[in-house]
Nanobody, 125 residues
Framework: DVQLQASGGGLVQAGGSLRLSCAASGFNFDDYAIGWFRQAPGKEREFVGTLSKRRGRTYYSDSVKGRFVISRDNDKNTVYLQMNNLKPEDTAVYYC??????????????????WGQGTQVTVSS
């Protein structure tokens, strides 16, 4: 079974940093794009960023570009989301996702087949 296990969320002050981890199992790590979405209370799920399969290109939403970085450790089948200069508006449940979206669909939640359980990130002002 495909499993995505997200961890690393917590409470941090504005301007601080957190690193989320997503441990993947049950599939070949190189065959899927892996990324992150988030959902704040009362809002729709929002694309954060994704790491393409094989070439490992990264794509980010404008709201996090320059502050968040996605990386992966193939030996550990783990993807990381390093979040710097956090803002209160980054507060949300963050979901690790995996799938095979075409380039025009990478920002759409529907393009990702597998979803982790989510980890809460709270940024205080």
């Amino acid at each position: 079974d495909v499993q995505l296990q997200a961890s690393g969320g917590g409470l941090v002050q504005a301007g601080g940093s957190l690193r989320l981890s997503c441990a993947a199992s049950g599939f070949n790590f190189d065959d899927y794009a892996i990324g992150w979405f988030r959902q704040a209370p009362g809002k729709e799920r929002e694309f954060v960023g994704t790491l393409s399969k094989r070439r490992g290109r990264t794509y980010y939403s404008d709201s996090v570009k320059g502050r968040f970085v996605i990386s992966r450790d193939n030996d550990k089948n783990t993807v990381y989301l390093q979040m710097n200069n956090l803002k209160p508006e980054d507060t949300a449940v963050y979901y690790c996702v995996s799938g095979n979206p075409i380039l025009s669909e990478i920002y759409s939640a529907r393009a990702y087949t597998y979803w982790g359980q989510g980890t809460q990130v709270t940024v205080s002002s």
